[in-house]
Structure formats: C-alpha cells, structure tokens
C-alpha cells in the first residue's frame, strides 16, 4: 500500500479509537507506529509526545506530525495529521447534526462508562512500557516521582513541568560527566 | 467578512495560542462565544462532555463543533483544519532542528530529563481518569465507605490489564468488549 495512505488510514485509526485526549493515544501510538509498522522508536515516541506537551496545538496532532516527518517529510506529516483528526470532524459533525442529548442516552452513557475501564487498563499497560524505557536509573526514578507528584496534586502546569524536567536532565548529565 | 474567513482566522489564532493540549483552548472558545455568537457558552459545556467521551482529540472535537454551528458541514472542516496549521508549521520546524541536533550530547541530556518526566505526566493523566472510573469520591465525602471502592469496575479493569500485557491485541479489542460490557452489566 502507498505509504501516504498508509500513514493516514493508521492516524485515522489512532484518532478514531482514542479516548479521552492526547495522553490515552499512547497504547495505539505504540501499536501502529512501533510494533506494527516500524515508523519510530518507543524512545521517540516519549521525545515526541515530551515536545508535543510544549509546543502549541494539540498533542495528538503535533505527535502525529512529528511522527509522518520523520517516516515520509511534510507531505507524511500533512497525511498523518489530517488522519488524525479526520475521525473527531465525521463524528462530531454527526452528533452535531442529528443527536440532542448524545451523551444522556442510557445504552451511550453505559457503554462509555464501560471503555473507560479499557482506557484505565490499556494506559496503565503503557505506563509499565514507558516505565521501562525512560526511567534506568535512580536520577530518573527521581524525576519521574517528582513529575507524577506534582502533577497529581498541584495545578503546576505541564509545560514548566516539562521544562523542568529537561533542565534536570542536563544538569545531571553536566554534574556526571565530569566526575 | 465572510463567515469561512472568520472562522479560519479565530481558529488559526487559536491553535497558536493553545499549549498544553486541546482542553487549554476553552479559554479561546468561550471569548469567541462572546464575540461572534456563533455558539452559546451552555452549548459549549455540554460539548466538552461530549468531546471528552468521544474518540479522537479533545481540540479537535471542540472545533469541529464550534465551526459545525457557525458554518455547517464546510464550517467544521475549515475550523478543525485552521486550528493545527500554525502548530504543525512549528513542530516542522523544531523536527527538522531535532534530526540535526539528536546526537548531541546535551540534547541527549534534556532527553534524559524528559523521558521520565512523560512517564509521570502520563501517570498522573491515569490517575486522573481511574479515580472517576474505579472510585467514587463522592461517596466518600457522603461517608459510604462501601460505595467508594466500585468493585465491578475494579474486577473487570484486572482482567483487562491482565489481559492488556498478556495477549498484545489492538487496543479496538478491548475497547469493543468493555463497551459491550457497560452496556450488558452497567458500571
């Protein structure tokens, strides 16, 4: 299949079947981009979707832009960005059109109480992924509990969070190297 | 000005101004409410329960509504599209800085900073949606101790993390089974 194509139909995949925003992207991310098709690492990916936080416009979109970049140049990343939100414009242009009260239908409010429990499942399974990758040693683990801490209990925003985190990281690596 | 125009212009506007993801675009949604009345502020509330339950990126499900309300089937192509041109132009720019710069050594430090640091916004996002899955914080402050722990989703969020590591299906699979579940045995 023509790789263009490729990169649409698999982003318009991803934005089809994501629930819940940009970060419950990551187990489908990891499924079409590095298990199924090859387009990056699981290491780029977190680069990405790390730079995606604070870049503006939205995660999923800058993700997959980055992504179609790197596998085809712009056209890729015009393909994998249009694939992306191609999904929200068909079924948000239905809803709008057709359907008052979508989400007070008993079988939909039902049916989306019970994906939830997927999405909890399937992220967590990601979180154990990126676990893995990113956190090797105790500096990491460091930031990784500072992160998660501050972000479940204060209103810090992300984007100095990441900020943050990435002058850590060469502050570590500056004090380290010269040992 | 031609409603098209306008609603190219507020949306491109827009996505430049959003950082942090599509639920940062609420504050520009709602001055656009107020200015152009194009669509009301309880009509926008009601979107974003829809636009967070439904696939697909919260920013972009919101101005796809917006634009649906403004100017019709054209109207919600031209607003989605309008809102991620002017951050894709930037993360073009930034890629290609990246290729170039990615085996530098001090690249590779703020790397190593940032590769956890997504690990636990994540955690934290996770956190998020589990306590309103599998708990009820609600039934906590009422003082129902039993009410607090939902036991139902518990189990079957087990079985499917279980099932998660141990198959390695497409995540359609255990979305499908899950919403048929809450349909059959109403979480």
């Given at each position: ?20 925003g ?5 187990p489908m ?8 098709f ?80 997927a999405?909890?499942a ?9 676990y ?9 683990f ?23 985190a ?10 380290g190297?010269?040992? | 000005?031609?409603?098209l ?17 599509g639920?940062a ?9 107020d200015?152009?009345g ?12 829809i636009?967070?339950s ?6 972009a ?23 991620i ?9 930034i890629?290609?800085f ?9 690249v ?75 349909i059959?045995?109403?979480?």
């Open positions: 299949m023509n790789i263009y194509l490729q990169l649409f139909l698999s982003f318009f995949r991803i934005g089809g079947l994501t629930f819940g940009g970060y419950s992207m990551m991310l990891q499924k079409e981009c590095v298990e199924k090859g387009w990056c690492t699981e290491g780029d990916l977190m680069d990405y979707y790390a730079l995606g936080q604070c870049t503006p416009g939205l995660i999923a979109v800058n993700t997959a832009t980055f992504i179609g970049n790197k596998t085809k140049g712009i056209l890729g990343a015009i393909c994998a960005a249009l694939g992306v939100i191609t999904p929200s414009i068909i079924i948000i242009t239905i809803i709008a059109m057709f359907i008052d009260g979508f989400i007070d239908i008993p079988a939909v409010a039902n049916a989306f109480a019970g994906i939830r429990i999405v909890c399937l992220i967590v399974s990601s979180i154990i992924k990126l893995k990758g990113g956190v090797k040693d105790m500096p990491a460091i930031i990784f509990a500072v992160v998660t801490f501050l972000s479940i209990f204060t209103d810090v925003s992300p984007i100095l969070v990441v900020v943050g990435g002058v850590a990281g060469f502050a570590i690596k500056a004090v190297g010269k040992k | 000005m031609n409603v125009l306008q609603l190219a212009f507020e949306f491109f506007k827009t996505g430049i101004f959003t950082v942090g993801g639920l675009s609420l504050p520009f949604l709602y001055d656009i409410s200015r152009m194009w669509y009301t502020r309880s009509e926008l509330v009601d979107m974003i329960a636009a967070e439904t696939p697909g990126p919260i920013g499900n919101m101005a796809t509504f917006a634009g649906y309300k403004a100017g019709g089937l054209l109207g919600s192509i031209i607003a989605s599209v309008s809102l041109v002017g951050p894709m132009i930037l993360v073009l720019i890629a290609n990246l290729e170039k710069f990615k085996t530098n050594k001090h590779q430090a703020v790397f190593y900073g940032l590769r956890p640091a997504v690990a636990g916004l994540i955690t934290a996002a996770c956190y998020g949606v589990m306590a309103i899955t599998l708990f009820s914080v609600d039934a906590l402050k009422s003082g129902d101790i039993l009410g607090f722990i939902n036991l139902k989703a518990c189990a079957l969020f087990a079985v499917m993390l279980w099932a998660v590591m141990k198959f390695k299906k497409h995540p359609v699979v255990y979305i499908a089974i899950c919403a048929v579940l809450g059959l045995v109403k979480f």
